[in-house]
């Protein structure tokens, strides 16, 4: 009788594991930004879909001593885009006679997310 509900506590548990996702990268489009416009001093746009580097999932944090002397150590990592470069990207429906400088926009280019380590000191000025 005790087998069955224990089986079941450990499907959940096992479900829950399988759902959550490590630190992954993919290119998605931003809501809100899709068409991304851009227009000019003379009112003249150019318009394109864009596709950003993403990084999604989640990154081990621990935290240790917070009740002893010396104080706590703390661990706090954040799925990061690991940048290679900056991509410019052509947005292709423009007005005629739009500005050369409407016509593109500059993005952070990336292949790969990794877990990297938040700074613990910032200063807020």
Same mark, same amino acid.
């Given at each position: 009788?005790?087998?069955?509900?224990?089986?079941?506590?450990?499907?959940?548990?096992?479900?829950?594991? /399988? #759902? $959550?996702?490590?630190?992954?990268?993919?290119?998605?489009?931003?809501?809100?930004?899709?068409? =991304? !416009? &851009?227009?000019?001093?003379?009112?003249?746009?150019?318009?394109?879909?864009?596709?950003?580097?993403?990084?999604?999932?989640?990154?081990?944090?621990? /935290? #240790? $001593?917070?009740?002893?002397?010396?104080?706590?150590?703390?661990?706090?990592?954040?799925?990061? =885009? !690991? &940048?290679?470069?900056?991509?410019?990207?052509?947005?292709?429906?423009?007005?005629?006679?739009?500005?050369?400088?409407?016509?593109?926009?500059?993005?952070?280019? $990336?292949?790969?997310?990794?877990?990297?380590?938040?700074?613990?000191?910032?200063?807020?000025?």
């Amino acid at each position: 009788m005790l087998l069955l509900p224990v089986f079941t506590l450990l499907q959940i548990f096992l479900i829950s594991v /399988e #759902s $959550g996702k490590e630190c992954e990268f993919a290119m998605r489009l931003v809501p809100g930004f899709n068409p =991304l !416009v &851009q227009k000019d001093a003379a009112g003249k746009e150019c318009r394109g879909n864009v596709e950003l580097p993403f990084c999604k999932g989640y990154c081990k944090t621990s /935290e #240790s $001593g917070t009740h002893g002397f010396p104080p706590r150590v703390q661990i706090s990592k954040v799925c990061t =885009l !690991v &940048q290679t470069s900056i991509r410019k990207v052509i947005l292709d429906d423009c007005d005629e006679g739009a500005a050369e400088s409407i016509k593109f926009v500059n993005v952070p280019h $990336g292949s790969e997310c990794e877990c990297s380590a938040v700074p613990l000191e910032q200063n807020h000025s």
